[in-house]
T-cell receptor, first 113, second 113 residues
Framework: EAQVTQNPRYLITVTGKKLTVTCSQN?????MSWYRQDPGLGLRQIYY???????DKGDVPEGYKVSRKEKRNFPLILESPSPNQTSLYFC????????????FGPGTRLTVL | DQQVKQNSPSLSVQEGRISILNCDYT??????FLWYKKYPAEGPTFLIS?????DKNEDGRFTVFLNKSAKHLSLHIVPSQPGDSAVYFC????????????FGTGTRLTVIP
């Protein structure tokens, strides 16, 4: 089954404690991205990756890091989380040039105290 | 600044009637528009799209209309079914920034049996 998986699905942490949210896709997609969803703001892109070892900033990259060492994985790293990073995070993947066939993961709800 | 706006946070419709969800945008460089549907605890899934060279696209019960002069698009669902109850996001892609989708804030549709 074609899917994007994220872990963990729920996480409560404290300010400053480094965390990683993993994302994996089994469709051999070149393009992967991270979004955050906040009330009244919709989904905003954090980072994206066109292929292995190729990453770039989206609209709201501050406070986040990503890496793309393998095609299937695109982890989101928060080196020093802050309360304003409390949000619902979605990973997505697709073929390059096929915006309509973007697959989203189920989401990770992060709370930073 | 929100470039894609969905001004109605919620909409309730009787089963069998038409649902009309609206979306406005500000960026004249947007050339491709999409609608996503999101159920609770799941990621958004692609529903229907339209290119800026068209003014209508239809897929079964779902039709998207684009009015470029008004920078407005709408999603029509006819007839509405209880399973259509979800949050609907409008999204747009810019000619110059094809790697990013700009999302609206979403409209929660409730179809009443």
């Amino acid at each position: 089954e074609a899917q994007v998986t994220q872990n963990p699905r729920y996480l409560i942490t404290v300010t400053g404690k480094k965390l990683t949210v993993t994302c994996s896709q089994n469709m051999n997609h070149e393009y992967m991205s991270w979004y955050r969803q906040d009330p009244g703001l919709g989904l905003r892109q954090i980072y994206y990756s066109m292929n292995v070892e190729v990453t770039d900033k989206g609209d709201v990259p501050e406070g986040y890091k990503v890496s793309r060492k393998e095609k299937r994985n695109f982890p989101l790293i928060l080196e020093s989380p802050s309360p304003n990073q409390t949000s619902l995070y979605f990973c997505a993947s697709r073929w390059r040039g096929r915006t309509d066939t973007q697959y989203f993961g189920p989401g990770t709800r992060l709370t930073v105290l | 600044d929100q470039q894609v706006k969905q001004n109605s946070p919620s909409l309730s419709v009787q089963e069998g009637r038409i649902s009309i969800l609206n979306c406005d945008y500000t960026n004249s460089m947007f050339d491709y528009f999409l609608w996503y549907k999101k159920y609770p605890a799941e990621g958004p899934t692609f529903l229907i799209s339209i290119s800026s060279i068209k003014d209508k696209n239809e897929d079964g019960r779902f039709t998207v209309f684009l009015n470029k002069s008004a920078k407005h698009l709408s999603l029509h669902i006819v007839p509405s079914q209880p399973g259509d109850s979800a949050v609907y996001f409008c999204a747009a892609r810019s000619q110059t920034g094809a790697n990013n989708l700009f999302f609206g804030t979403g409209t929660r549709l409730t179809v009443i049996p």
